[in-house]
C-alpha cells in the first residue's frame, strides 16, 4: 500500500485550492482527479484553436483572501470584463437586472399593469407556508411575474417543477432582483429598502477560468505537491472514525493509498455511497435522495466576427431547449482563434443517463443549429463546427425536503474529524467559485487546529454577486 498523510479527492477549484495552500505550508499533498483535465465546472476546453468554458465563471470575490489567490496566481493575466447580460423572452430581449424603462417598452403598458396589480396581490394575500420556489417568488414578485420571467427557465433548468423546488434555492439566487420592485420604486410607491443590484465588471482570465486551476497545479506541483490525473477514488476506508485508505483506479492499474487526512470536493453523496465498512442503511438512502443535475453545453463555431454584444444571455422562450448562451468572444478575444470568427456555447441542462445525456454528437448539434435558427441570432449555414461537452453532477438539486437527507448525512460524515467536506459538490451547496475556494481554506486551517467553520461559507442566504 502507498502512504501519502495528506490527500484531496478533486481537482476543481476547491480541491486545488485546498492543496496549493497545503503545500505553501510545507505539507506533502496528492491530489487525485478522476477526469484527465483539470479544473473540474471550471476547467477550459481546447478545440481547433476555440477555447470553451462548461458555462461562464466570472471571478468576483468580497472575500480579500481569495482576491489575494487569485492575483498570486495569475497577477497579469486578468482582464476586466463589462458585464452584459440579458434575459431573451417572446422574442424580446430584457436587461438583466431588470430596469423599468426596458421592461414596460418590451412588455407593454396591459402586461406591466398586470405584474404591478399581481405584486399588491401577493402582498395583500401571500402563499402561506412558503415552502416552494413558486411560492418565494410568487411571495414577493407577485404570480404575474413569476409566470412570465421565472417558471419557464427555473423548470428548464432543474427539469422539475417549481412547485417542487425548494424556496431555499430562491432565497440564495434571487433575493430582490424584481422588475415589479424596479417599477413600484421608479412611480414612488415601492418599498424603501435598497434594491438590489449584480455587479457592471468582473475580472476573467485571458485564456479562460482554466488557465487558474491549471496554473495553480503547476505551483503545487513546483512546491512538492502530487497532482493526478485520470484517478479515481473508488472507496474510502475507515477504522471507526479515522479514515485510513483510499482505493484508486488509476492508468497505472489499481492502488490503494493509505491517508490520515483527507480533503473531498467529490459530490458528498458519492463520500457516503464510497465508505467502506458501508454506511449504514438510513444514511445509505439519505445520500441516495440527493440528487444532481448535470449540463451539456454545445459549442458552435460560428463564422462571423460578432454575434451580439452580451457576455451571457438567459433564454426563458419555451420554444428552444437551451436555458443559457454562453458568447465567449466578448468573455476573451483569445478564446477564438482568429477576430473573424467567434463562438456561441448553449447550455442543456439534463439528469446524467438520460436520454439527452446520451445523446451522440450529431444529434446535439442538430439541436443547438435548429435552437440558434429559432433565436434568430445565427444563420445555419455561418456554424463551421460544433464541440458538445458533458459535465456530470454539475448543480445540486434543492428539492423540498433535500435538507432532512443532507442533515442525516451530514451528522454521519461528522464523526470523521480527519475528513473535510469542501466546494460545491462536497457540502452539496450551490457554492460560487469563490465559496468554493473559500470552505477549502477554512478546511486547511481547521486542520491546523484552528476553530473556523468550513460549513459556514455561504449560510446566510446572500447572493455574492450583487454590490
Not at 414596460?104 to 399593469?113: A, D, H, I, K, P
Not at 458519492?270 to 441516495?288: C, G, I, N, T, W
Not at 451571457?312 to 478575444?333: D, F, G, T
Amino acid at each position: 500500500m502507498n502512504e501519502h498523510e495528506i490527500t484531496v479527492i478533486g481537482g476543481g477549484p476547491a480541491g486545488l485550492a485546498a492543496a496549493y495552500d497545503l503545500t505553501k505550508r510545507g505539507m506533502p499533498v496528492m491530489v487525485l482527479e478522476k477526469d484527465i483535465q483539470l479544473g473540474g465546472l471550471s476547467r477550459t476546453v481546447k478545440y481547433r484553436g476555440f477555447r470553451f468554458d462548461i458555462g461562464g465563471h466570472r471571478f468576483f470575490t468580497k472575500s480579500a483572501e481569495v482576491e489575494e489567490l487569485w492575483r498570486e496566481i495569475l497577477p497579469s493575466d486578468f482582464l476586466r470584463r463589462p458585464r452584459l447580460s440579458r434575459i431573451y423572452y417572446d422574442g424580446k430581449f430584457f436587461n438583466y437586472p431588470l430596469r423599468v424603462g426596458n421592461a414596460l417598452t418590451s412588455l407593454g403598458l396591459f402586461e406591466g399593469l398586470k405584474v404591478i396589480f399581481s405584486y399588491f396581490g401577493a402582498k395583500i394575500c401571500p402563499k402561506k407556508p412558503e415552502e416552494t420556489f413558486e411560492d418565494w417568488v410568487s411571495n414577493r414578485f407577485g404570480a404575474a411575474l413569476f409566470n412570465t420571467f421565472f417558471r419557464t427557465y427555473t423548470e428548464k433548468v432543474w427539469g422539475i417543477s417549481c412547485t417542487t423546488l425548494s424556496a431555499d434555492w430562491a432565497a440564495q439566487r434571487i433575493r430582490n432582483l424584481s422588475l415589479a420592485q424596479a417599477v413600484l420604486k421608479a412611480i414612488g410607491i415601492g418599498e424603501k429598502k435598497k434594491v438590489a443590484s449584480l455587479i457592471n465588471e468582473f475580472d476573467y482570465p485571458r485564456y479562460g477560468p482554466g488557465q487558474m486551476y491549471e496554473t495553480m497545479a503547476k505551483r503545487t506541483q513546483q512546491l512538492g505537491g502530487i497532482v493526478k490525473i485520470g484517478s479515481e477514488v473508488l472507496a474510502i476506508l475507515h477504522k471507526g472514525s479515522k479514515i485510513v485508505g483510499l482505493k484508486v483506479r488509476s492508468p497505472d492499474g489499481p492502488k490503494e493509498i493509505s491517508t490520515h487526512y483527507c480533503f473531498s470536493s467529490m459530490p458528498i453523496t458519492d463520500v457516503v455511497l464510497r465508505m467502506q465498512p458501508p454506511a449504514p442503511k438510513s444514511v445509505l438512502e439519505s445520500a441516495r435522495r440527493l440528487r444532481y443535475r448535470s449540463i451539456i453545453t454545445v459549442n458552435l463555431l460560428i463564422n462571423q466576427p460578432s454575434i451580439i454584444p452580451d457576455t451571457w444571455v438567459y433564454i426563458h422562450s419555451p420554444k428552444v431547449r437551451a436555458s443559457r448562451l454562453q458568447l465567449y468572444k466578448n468573455w476573451s478575444p483569445e478564446m477564438v482563434p482568429d477576430p473573424q470568427v467567434s463562438s456561441v456555447g448553449l447550455e442543456y441542462f439534463c439528469f446524467e443517463g438520460d436520454d439527452l445525456w446520451k445523446a451522440p454528437k450529431g444529434r446535439l448539434l442538430s439541436l443547438a443549429k435548429d435552437d440558434v435558427k429559432k433565436l434568430g441570432f445565427i444563420r445555419e449555414e455561418e456554424v463551421l463546427d460544433g464541440l458538445p461537452m458533458r459535465y456530470a453532477k454539475a448543480y445540486p438539486m434543492y428539492e423540498r425536503g433535500y435538507q432532512k437527507h443532507l442533515n442525516i448525512v451530514r451528522e454521519w460524515l461528522h464523526q470523521f474529524s480527519m475528513l473535510y467536506l469542501i466546494g460545491r459538490y462536497g457540502q452539496f451547496r450551490y457554492n460560487n467559485m469563490d465559496h468554493s475556494i473559500m470552505t477549502a481554506l477554512l478546511a486547511v486551517r481547521k486542520m491546523l487546529g484552528e476553530n473556523v467553520d468550513p460549513w459556514s461559507v455561504n449560510a446566510d442566504a446572500e447572493y455574492q454577486e450583487e454590490r
